[in-house]
Structure formats: C-alpha cells, structure tokens
C-alpha cells in the first residue's frame, strides 16, 4: 500500500512532469482516495445538472395524446395544456378572416375533434397534413395555442389518373 | 447508369466487408500483404461510392422521373441547384451521401496517415469500413436510392417549397461532414485501443480531424438556425425540436472533446474521459442521423417513417457494447500521467466545463428521448418542449460563459490566488459595470442584465490576454502594436485561434440573449395605407401584387417603413403558392441592422386587398451570424499548419520509437 502511495505520488510531483508513469495494476482505489476532493467536485456538479432537469421537468412536461386517448382522459385533462397528434381531416378547414380563428377538424383515424386556432398558421398545414398542436380541451373542442406541421411525405404520382 | 449506380453499391458492400476483415486478420497475423490489400479496398470503396453518387446526381439533373427517388424530389420546374440539392433531399439520398462522405474521408485517412502511423492504421480502416457497410447495407437492404417506380409519370413531385431555400443548399452537407468528421477521431480512438498506443499519439493525429469535424458541424448547425430564422416564418431559429438537437448533442460532446483532449496532450490526463467523449460524440452522430429518419419522436423536420430504425439501434449498441469492453480491457494501461493538483488549476476549470457540456448535453438528451422513456416506464407519452430546455440550459450555459472567462487566467498545474485575483480584478469591474450600465439604460431584467455582463466579463479577459501578448512583443522585439497583433496570432495559432472562436461564442450568446430578452411582435390586418407601430418603426401598407414565377405564383404585399418621419426602407414579404405541392411559401421580409431585425411575415392577403401581418422586432440577431463568422474564422486560424509543428515533425524523425525507448529507460531506472 505504501509503495504504491509514494511511487504514485512521485508520479505527481514536478520534476517528472513529462516522463509517462508506468502501468500499474489494481491501483485504483488509491488513487481514487487521493483525488477524492475533485471527484466530490464533480459528483456536486452532476447533482445540480440532474437536480436542474428534475426540476425543470416538474413544470414543463405535457400529455402527448391521440384524439382517442385525449377523449378518454376527458375532465381529468381539462386544466392543463396538452400535446395532440393528428391528422387534419380534409374538407373542414374553415379560416375567418376577420377574428383570424382557423377552424379545423383533426383526427387519430378512428376519432375525431375540432380544433380552433388563432395565430400563424405554418406553410405545411393543409388537408390529410400530419399536425402536433398544443392547448386545452374543454369537453368539445380543442383551443390551440401552437401548430405544427408536417408534410405527408408519402410519394403521390401526379399525372396518373 | 442507375444500374451502375446500384451496382456501384453492391461493389461497394462488398469490398468495405472485405476492407474491415482483410485489415482486421492482417494486424493479427502481421501480413504486409493483408494490409496493402485492405487499404486497396477503401480506395475501391472510395471510386465505387463516388461512381454511385455520380449516377444518382445524373439521374437528378436528367430529371429521370423512372426512379422513384427522383420522381420524389424533383420536378421540371425546379431550378438546377436544387436538383442538385434534392440528392439528400430525401432518406435515401442522404443514406448515400453518407456513405460517399465516408467513403472519400478513409481514403483520405489513409492517404495522409498511413506513412507515419502505420501500426494505427489496420485499426482505423477496420473502424471505417464497419461504418460505411453499416451505411450501405442500410441502402442495400431498406432504403435503395436507385428503386424504379415502374410506371411512367408526366413529371415528378418536386422538393417541398419548404427546403427551395439556400439553406437547403449548405445546411445538410455542412452537418453531415460534421457527423461523418468524429468518425475519424473515434476510428483512430479504437486503433490506440486496441493497439495499446494509448498515449497522446491519437489525439495529435486526430487534433485537425477534430477540428475539421468541428468546424462543419458548427456550420451546419448555424445554417439551420438561419434557415429555420428565415424560412419557417416564425420569427426564431431555434425551437427544440427533436432534430434540432440530433445536432446539438454531438456538437455540445465533440466541444467538450476538442478541450479535454488538450489535457491530455500536455499533461496525460483524463484518458479515459477522452475515450468516453469521443465515443459518446461518435454515437450521437449516429444517433441524429437514426433520429430524422426514424419516426420514433414526432418533428416537424424529420423524414417519413421508415423501417431503419432497428438497423441503428443494433449498430448503436454494438458500437457502445465493442468500445466499452475495450475500454474496460485497457482500464489499467489507460491511467493518467498526472493527477490533479488544485482546483485552482487550468486542468481543472477545463474538467469542470467538461461536466456542464456533458451535463447540457444529457439535458437536452433527455429531454428528446423523454416521450420513449415514459411511455417505456409508466406507458403515457410525456414530452417536453421548448420551455423545458430553454429553463434547464439557461443556468448550464451561463456557468459554461464564466469558465470561458476563467479559464484563460487561470495557469496549468496550481494557480496563485494572488495572481488569479489580480488578473480578475479589471474583467470584472468591466463586468459590473456593464451590468450598471444596462440597469441604467432601462434594462432591468435579471437574466438579461446577468448574462450581457458575463459576456463584458468575458471578452474582457480575452482581449487583455491579447493585450498583454501584444505589450510583451512590443517591448521585446520593438514591434509596431498594430503588426504585433498578426505576428502574435500567426505564432501561435492554435492559442489565439481558441480564443478568437471564443469571441464568436460571446458574440452568438448576445445574439440569443437578445432575441429571448427583448424581443416584440404584433399581429395585424391592414387595408391599404393604414399603418401599424412597432418599437421606433411604423410600417404603412402599400397594396399587393399577384405575379406568376417559374414554378409558382406569387403574392406580395408592399410596406413602408417609417422611422420617425423619414421613410427608411421599404419590405415586401410575400407568398409563393406552389401548385404541384398545395402549399404556400411564406417569404419573410428582414431589414437587419447591428442593433436589431425587423421581421415581417405576411399571412395572407384577401379579396379586397387587405393584408394580414405579423411583425417583430428580434434584437441583436444579426450577432449570431457575424459571432458565427468570427468563430469560424478562429477555427480556420487554429487549423492553420503551424511551421513550428513542421519543423519538430522533421526533427524528431521518429517521435514513436524515442518516446517507447524512453519510457523503457524510466522503467528500468526506477527498477
């Protein structure tokens, strides 16, 4: 154990800097001793990291949900804002001008829900387009405050009637 | 030619396993001939994946609407450079650029290295070569770039309006010479892993690979906020999203990588952590790329569903599974030539802005795969968004800002504290002050005023670093200030070619600071000359034009911009409604000047000509691209070859042999 301590503390003390110490095996556990206050150092860091994504996580995390699921959950939902994935139903877009509310139907293949929006709408959003919205459901309908979406990217021959 | 394509493929499978095997039993059994005939193959990879993606280009540009992959993503309207850009417009075509990327970067490899590091080398080929048939087999099996549709269409589909933008055209191959780059480091990683070379030797050699990887990787990721800034018409660059980060977490590992492995060039330390690194950074480059093609998380920017999924995750985990036991195998021999000495050490701030680079990057990696972990564990899909990552990355970077201001002041192995705090004293009355400043200004917003300060703080420190460096060559060698500042930065490149990506860095953080601090915005409907304010600006409406372009028609709306009275400019956003796809364009309007952008997206225009508008003030964005600039002019710089490294290249012939007999001399001296 000693030969071991000052052999590797030789390893550390200046004068040889540059000269590569020689393997050793089954030193480990010394050596871990020795620079216990640095790895104390970083275990706090690694705490306060995870401690920051717990944390961050407790306010900020949101159901995502298919129309189906989202009706099953019903009242229980109500008061949070949640995530929706879906697919706009073709023929219900309906875009007042005046109020700038987009009115919409989205659905998870099975179930549908309507779906009012005021804001920008992306360039991507038009019929059967995939959707990810954020808001509330009220029992009727769902208010979205965010919309997303994205293109089917499934291939469709034009020009082949 | 597409049949030469796929068949330039199938070569290419062929002699990649061949190049990984042959190199891999040519090491073992020491056949020079083995060797020679496994570098042989990689070059054969190399003109073989090139001859493929040679094919499909021509297929692009020929508009051969026969294959599916062009009938995809391209149509007969579409202009040159975007044929050219749909070559990874798509799965498939990405796959293959991959795979050539990769390809032409072994050949490279070996053409560089092969004299010097040839015991290395049989390793490195056997590391690339797995990758690239992992690559090919993936278009072989799943995802066949040179499919016929079989059936005749008038014209193909074309790339969605979304990606006819410039940032199409740089944005994708930046990040993936950025992603295919790390497999460089991580081949050569392996190579002294399995060869025992476990020295600084790897890391030298890889240090311009790192940096190459780096610099594209950063590229990449800062065209796709421009993008995304002025294409996606939202008003921001960055949002989160699960691709977004695909990129992001390679970037934040490979940073902590390109600083911890300079521990290890000077003083043989955190070996291990710089196998970790490189390896978790490999990973993630492969993970990104599953990531956009996968389906598992919902975005916005990512490709259809496919069935590559499992092929990643299997590559991903043998990659993991293989590194690690070598890992373990070498432990002993991987211990380092010195141990910490003090906290207030370089070595030690350098670790601590490991951790939190590693922390930010466990952060946002949790966050992406939050939706898979909880549906796994507690069977609801959870998931977070930007607030999350925006609430948890705050803190980490504002640290990650002070140790980049500390770290230049603190010296190697054990700092004075006296030193330390003389050296501290003017960076950070500058720092208060500006902090009293901005108070004074009006800005009043904690974490606003508390970043701008840090970024005073900071650049201060670099630019005394400078200052003193000049003062010293003036005093010693009687330069001329203005001359010292060159000489100084041309003589030690890699110094103050850090320090200059440093200032990019503080110059990107003002601009993110900036956009989330100050930002405002309005929405609006106009009729015509009726006007709307925001910040100094008013903005008067114009009228509309209808005019048809190559491949769509476009609508514009014309506005005024007013600054007090003066007339100052005028924007017309507009939106170009492309027929072949059903969907509109938005083409955002941006005045930029150094202080802010003003962002106006037209919504739509209706029948009786009035317009409807968002409009937003982004303060200090401009910062962004010009801290880019200056961050990739510091990397150039330290990638610059240094003249001195030549010159010690030269004298020490054989920088290998002498430092093995030496190390046989101190063993047996202590002996």
Same mark, same amino acid.
């Given at each position: 154990?000693?030969?071991?301590?000052?052999?590797?503390?030789?390893?550390?003390?200046?004068?040889?800097?540059?000269?590569?110490?020689?393997?050793?095996?089954?030193?480990?556990?010394?050596?871990?001793?020795?620079?216990?206050?640095?790895?104390?150092?970083?275990?706090?860091?690694?705490?306060?990291?995870?401690?920051?994504?717990?944390?961050?996580?407790?306010?900020?995390?949101?159901?995502?949900?298919?129309?189906?699921?989202?009706?099953?959950?019903?009242?229980?939902?109500?008061?949070?804002?949640?995530?929706?994935?879906?697919?706009?139903?073709?023929?219900?877009?309906?875009?007042?001008?005046?109020?700038?509310?987009?009115?919409?139907?989205?659905?998870?293949?099975?179930?549908?829900?309507?779906?009012?929006?005021?804001?920008?709408?992306?360039?991507?959003?038009?019929?059967?387009?995939?959707?990810?919205?954020?808001?509330?459901?009220?029992?009727?309908?769902?208010?979205?405050?965010?919309?997303?979406?994205?293109?089917?990217?499934?291939?469709?021959?034009?020009?082949?009637? | 030619?597409?049949?030469?394509?796929?068949?330039?493929?199938?070569?290419?499978?062929?002699?990649?396993?061949?190049?990984?095997?042959?190199?891999?039993?040519?090491?073992?059994?020491?056949?020079?001939?083995?060797?020679?005939? /496994?570098?042989?193959?990689?070059?054969?990879?190399?003109?073989?994946?090139?001859?493929?993606?040679? @094919?499909?280009?021509?297929?692009?540009?020929?508009?051969?609407?026969?294959?599916?992959?062009?009938?995809?993503?391209?149509?007969?309207?579409?202009?040159?450079?975007?044929?050219?850009?749909?070559?990874?417009?798509?799965?498939?075509?990405?796959?293959?650029?991959? /795979?050539?990327?990769?390809?032409?970067?072994?050949?490279?490899?070996?053409?560089?290295?092969?004299?010097?590091?040839?015991?290395?080398?049989?390793?490195?080929?056997?590391?690339?070569?797995?990758?690239?048939?992992?690559?090919?087999?993936?278009?072989?099996?799943?995802? =066949?770039?040179?499919?016929?549709?079989?059936?005749?269409?008038?014209?193909?589909?074309?790339?969605?309006?979304?990606?006819?933008?410039?940032?199409?055209?740089?944005?994708?191959?930046?990040?993936?010479?950025?992603?295919?780059?790390?497999?460089?480091?991580?081949?050569?990683?392996?190579?002294?892993?399995?060869?025992?070379?476990?020295?600084?030797?790897?890391?030298?050699?890889?240090?311009?690979?790192?940096?190459?990887?780096?610099?594209?990787?950063?590229?990449?990721?800062?065209?796709?906020?421009?993008?995304?800034?002025?294409?996606?018409?939202?008003?921001?660059?960055?949002?989160?999203?699960?691709?977004?980060?695909?990129?992001?977490?390679?970037?934040?590992?490979?940073?902590?990588?390109?600083?911890?492995?300079?521990?290890?060039?000077?003083?043989?330390?955190?070996?291990?952590?710089?196998?970790?690194?490189?390896?978790?950074?490999?990973?993630?480059?492969?993970?990104?790329?599953?990531?956009?093609?996968?389906?598992?998380?919902?975005?916005?920017?990512?490709? &259809?569903?496919?069935?590559?999924?499992?092929?990643?995750?299997?590559?991903?985990?043998?990659?993991?599974?293989?590194?690690?036991?070598?890992?373990?195998?070498?432990?002993?021999?991987?211990?380092?030539? =010195?141990?910490?000495?003090?906290?207030?050490?370089?070595?030690?701030?350098?670790?601590?802005?490991?951790?939190?680079?590693?922390?930010?990057?466990?952060?946002?990696? $949790?966050?992406?795969?939050?939706?898979?972990?909880?549906?796994?564990?507690?069977?609801?899909?959870?998931?977070?968004?930007?607030?999350?990552?925006?609430?948890?990355?705050?803190?980490?970077?504002?640290?990650?800002?002070?140790?980049?201001?500390?770290?230049?002041?603190?010296?190697?192995?054990?700092?004075?504290?006296?030193?330390?705090?003389? =050296?501290?004293?003017?960076?950070?009355?500058?720092?208060?002050?500006?902090?009293?400043?901005?108070?004074?200004?009006?800005?009043?917003?904690?974490?606003?005023?508390?970043?701008? @300060?840090?970024?005073?703080?900071?650049?201060?420190?670099?630019?005394?670093?400078?200052?003193?460096?000049?003062?010293?060559?003036?005093?010693?060698?009687?330069?001329?200030?203005?001359?010292?500042?060159?000489?100084?930065?041309?003589?030690?490149?890699?110094?103050?070619?850090?320090?200059?990506?440093?200032? &990019?860095?503080?110059?990107? @953080?003002?601009?993110?600071?900036?956009?989330?601090?100050?930002?405002?915005?309005?929405? /609006?409907?106009?009729?015509?000359?009726?006007?709307?304010?925001?910040?100094?600006?008013?903005?008067?409406?114009?009228?509309?034009?209808?005019?048809?372009?190559?491949?769509?028609?476009?609508? /514009?709306?014309?506005?005024?911009?007013?600054?007090?009275?003066?007339?100052?400019?005028?924007?017309?956003?507009?939106? =170009?409604?492309?027929?072949?796809?059903?969907?509109?364009?938005?083409?955002?309007?941006?005045?930029?000047?150094?202080?802010?952008?003003?962002?106006?997206?037209?919504?739509?225009?209706?029948?009786?000509?009035?317009?409807?508008?968002?409009?937003?003030?982004?303060?200090?964005?401009? $910062?962004?691209?010009?801290?880019?600039?200056?961050?990739?002019?510091?990397?150039?710089?330290?990638?610059?070859?240094?003249?001195?490294?030549?010159?010690?290249?030269?004298?020490?012939?054989?920088?290998?042999?002498?430092?093995?007999?030496? @190390?046989?001399?101190?063993?047996?001296?202590?002996?």
């Amino acid at each position: 154990m000693s030969a071991v301590d000052s052999r590797a503390r030789a390893a550390t003390s200046p004068s040889k800097d540059r000269i590569p110490a020689r393997p050793q095996k089954k030193a480990w556990l010394p050596r871990l001793m020795r620079q216990k206050k640095f790895i104390f150092a970083g275990v706090i860091i690694g705490l306060a990291i995870a401690y920051l994504i717990f944390s961050a996580l407790q306010g900020t995390t949101m159901y995502y949900l298919t129309v189906g699921e989202l009706k099953a959950k019903g009242e229980a939902v109500y008061t949070e804002p949640v995530r929706l994935g879906g697919k706009v139903v073709d023929g219900t877009i309906d875009f007042n001008r005046n109020s700038r509310v987009l009115k919409f139907t989205v659905t998870d293949g099975k179930e549908s829900l309507p779906v009012a929006y005021s804001g920008v709408v992306p360039d991507a959003f038009k019929p059967d387009a995939d959707v990810i919205l954020e808001g509330k459901f009220n029992g009727t309908d769902f208010q979205a405050t965010t919309l997303l979406a994205k293109c089917p990217s499934k291939y469709v021959p034009t020009g082949l009637e | 030619m597409n049949d030469v394509g796929y068949a330039a493929l199938v070569l290419a499978l062929l002699f990649s396993v061949y190049g990984a095997a042959v190199s891999f039993w040519g090491a073992r059994k020491g056949l020079k001939e083995l060797l020679e005939s /496994a570098e042989h193959a990689v070059f054969a990879v190399a003109a073989l994946t090139t001859i493929s993606a040679a @094919a499909l280009l021509y297929a692009l540009i020929s508009r051969d609407f026969s294959l599916e992959y062009v009938a995809s993503y391209t149509n007969s309207t579409q202009d040159i450079l975007y044929l050219i850009a749909a070559f990874y417009g798509g799965n498939q075509g990405s796959l293959l650029l991959w /795979a050539w990327v990769l390809g032409i970067i072994a050949a490279l490899v070996i053409w560089l290295h092969r004299r010097e590091h040839g015991d290395l080398m049989p390793h490195v080929i056997t590391v690339l070569m797995i990758t690239e048939f992992f690559f090919i087999t993936l278009m072989v099996v799943a995802a =066949n770039p040179f499919t016929k549709l079989g059936f005749q269409v008038a014209d193909g589909q074309g790339l969605n309006p979304l990606l006819l933008n410039m940032g199409m055209l740089f944005h994708p191959p930046t990040l993936y010479l950025g992603y295919v780059g790390f497999a460089v480091p991580f081949a050569f990683a392996i190579a002294a892993l399995v060869t025992g070379q476990l020295g600084d030797r790897w890391v030298k050699v890889t240090r311009r690979w790192t940096l190459f990887a780096w610099f594209f990787l950063t590229l990449g990721n800062l065209f796709g906020a421009q993008w995304a800034y002025v294409e996606l018409g939202w008003g921001g660059f960055w949002g989160w999203d699960p691709v977004e980060n695909a990129s992001f977490m390679p970037w934040l590992t490979g940073t902590a990588f390109l600083h911890s492995v300079m521990i290890q060039e000077r003083r043989g330390m955190l070996k291990v952590w710089n196998m970790v690194l490189i390896l978790a950074t490999f990973c993630l480059t492969i993970f990104g790329t599953f990531l956009t093609r996968s389906g598992v998380l919902s975005s916005v920017h990512s490709f &259809g569903q496919s069935a590559l999924g499992p092929y990643f995750l299997l590559f991903i985990s043998g990659t993991l599974l293989a590194t690690l036991s070598l890992l373990f195998y070498r432990l002993d021999d991987l211990r380092g030539d =010195n141990e910490l000495d003090s906290f207030l050490s370089r070595e030690s701030a350098f670790l601590v802005n490991n951790l939190i680079l590693i922390g930010a990057a466990f952060a946002v990696f $949790w966050g992406t795969v939050f939706p898979i972990i909880s549906e796994a564990v507690r069977g609801v899909k959870l998931t977070v968004g930007a607030p999350f990552f925006n609430q948890v990355n705050l803190p980490i970077f504002l640290i990650l800002l002070t140790v980049m201001g500390i770290c230049p002041l603190i010296g190697w192995r054990r700092a004075s504290k006296e030193n330390l705090l003389r =050296n501290f004293m003017v960076p950070a009355a500058v720092g208060l002050a500006s902090a009293v400043a901005l108070m004074w200004l009006g800005v009043r917003e904690f974490l606003t005023v508390l970043p701008l @300060a840090l970024c005073a703080f900071v650049t201060v420190t670099i630019l005394l670093e400078l200052v003193r460096g000049v003062r010293a060559r003036h005093n010693l060698r009687h330069e001329n200030y203005f001359s010292a500042i060159f000489t100084l930065i041309w003589s030690n490149k890699r110094r103050y070619g850090g320090y200059i990506v440093h200032l &990019g860095v503080i110059m990107i @953080a003002i601009g993110v600071i900036g956009a989330y601090g100050f930002k405002s915005e309005k929405s /609006a409907t106009l009729a015509k000359d009726d006007t709307v304010q925001i910040g100094d600006f008013v903005l008067q409406y114009k009228g509309s034009s209808n005019y048809p372009a190559k491949s769509h028609e476009v609508v /514009a709306a014309s506005l005024d911009v007013f600054e007090g009275q003066r007339r100052i400019d005028r924007l017309v956003p507009r939106k =170009n409604y492309y027929p072949s796809q059903e969907q509109p364009s938005t083409e955002v309007a941006i005045r930029t000047t150094l202080r802010e952008d003003l962002y106006v997206i037209l919504e739509d225009v209706s029948e009786d000509g009035s317009a409807s508008l968002k409009v937003l003030i982004n303060p200090l964005v401009v $910062w962004l691209w010009i801290g880019g600039a200056v961050l990739l002019l510091g990397t150039l710089i330290a990638f610059w070859p240094d003249a001195r490294e030549k010159r010690r290249k030269t004298v020490v012939a054989e920088p290998q042999e002498s430092r093995s007999l030496q @190390a046989v001399g101190s063993q047996g001296g202590r002996r």
